[in-house]
């Protein structure tokens, strides 16, 4: 998908969770390989401007849900240490901006994470249509530090890379 130029017609979109989803790559500080993972959309919703600029976007990460290859770690992320699954189990996003330029566009907005928030921009790298609207891929670069994430400074690296892919229907 590199396609950034189809028109999206304006109106108001629901992201379906059975097509969508978050894949995730963590950095160990000491070089070894990124613990790469998956986390289910849970909802979202996309209302697209006249002018596109003035469009906004909201979705939410089911946290519980989490997922990588290693189960033991799965409990120990989703747990109070890390994002704290049972008193927050939602990554939520709303947008503040989107912005264009021949660069492509941009989503700016709020990542709320474990209670506390950090402002994120979501690069969309596609756009491709499907029978019954659109599937957009986005990409971000996270600092779990700012985002409340703080446990783990001596193991994780600060920044998690995202890749968003959802499908848009009407």
Known sequence: ????????????????????GASFAAYHTIGKKPVR???????????????????TVSAEL???GWRTDNPRRDKDVRGKR?????RHPVIGFRSTR??????????????SVRGGSTEVSLAITGM???????RITATTRVDRVAAG???G??????????????TLVS
């Open 37 to 55: 993972g998956e986390v289910p959309v849970r909802s979202g919703t996309v209302t697209v401007a006249d002018e596109p600029r003035r469009s």
């Open 153 to 166: 400074r001596a193991l994780i690296a600060r920044h998690v890379d995202v890749e968003l892919t959802v």
């Open 82 to 86: 890390f994002l704290d699954a049972d």
């Open 62 to 64: 089911d946290v519980t």
């Open 1 to 20: 998908m590199t396609n950034t130029l189809i028109e999206i017609l304006p109106g108001t979109y629901t992201i379906d969770p059975a097509r969508s």
């Open 98 to 111: 989107v912005t264009g330029s021949a660069q492509g566009w941009q989503v700016v907005g709020v990542l």
């Open 128 to 134: 491709e249509p499907t029978v019954d609207g659109c």
């Open 149 to 151: 994430v703080t446990t």
